[in-house]
């Protein structure tokens, strides 16, 4: 079956590609990908691009504390398992779900230094 997890970095063309991480989530959503999106970029203007075209959880580089990058991924598949709109392409993103919990799908994980 397909992925459950695809991770994005915003700038591919550097190893020779010629997509942008954001083209690369616009693709993925359009063609409901059922699994998680998650962005990894140390390029922080597209964190918002990423999370508007369907990107469910940003993490920057650095990366956070292996913790808070669990806690993010285990809620972000937990809000798309717990209903149809944490889906890829529904009228209701899952990064708009906030649980209340401090690392919540959509949020941007900060480097704990």
Known sequence: GPASLVTVDQN???AGGNLLGSDLILALTRRRFPGLIVSISGDASSEQLHLDLGA??????PLPAVDRVF??????????????????GTST??????????????DRLLDDR
Request: hydrophobic share 40%; net charge positive.
């Open 12 to 14: 591919l063309a550097t």
């Open 56 to 61: 469910h959880v940003v993490l920057g580089k």
């Open 71 to 88: 806690a993010a991924l285990l809620n972000a598949f937990q809000a798309m398992h717990s209903s149809d709109s944490g889906r890829p």
């Open 93 to 106: 993103p899952p990064h708009d779900q906030k649980p209340p919990t401090a690392a919540a799908p959509g």
